[in-house]
């Protein structure tokens, strides 16, 4: 993995551990709270199939269950390396992209998470 690619990579998942994830924990406690089932689950990102696959892209997922359904509906926080950017992409498809890491604050994290949340229960 280039340098460049590194630091991107590390930029992301430091954005998620400070900005991102702390929203989401709370807003599974409420979700959880009024009955529904929701975790979070991260994939890395792979140089070695870092080909233009779907998959190549480091991610932060929340999968909710509305009601305790069986089938889950997922929310993405998605580092796209290739731009440089992140996206939220949510059951319908894309949300969001920010061109910059730093475009993402706690405003925006509770803006994308309540919009995508919205989105996710709705169905």
Known sequence: MNRDIEIFVQAFWVKCRDV???????VIHEL??????AHVSTQEYDPAVAQGLAGDNPTLTLTLHPNKAPTGRTLKFR???ARKGLDVVGPAGPLRHYAQMSDVDDAAARRDI???VAALLKG
């Not at 959880?32 to 089932?37: I, T």
Request: aromatic share 0%; no cysteine.
């Open 32 to 37: 959880e709270a009024k009955g529904h089932v």
């Open 114 to 116: 309540a919009e995508g």
């Open 20 to 26: 991102i994830r702390p929203e989401l924990d709370r």
């Open 79 to 81: 580092g796209d390396v």
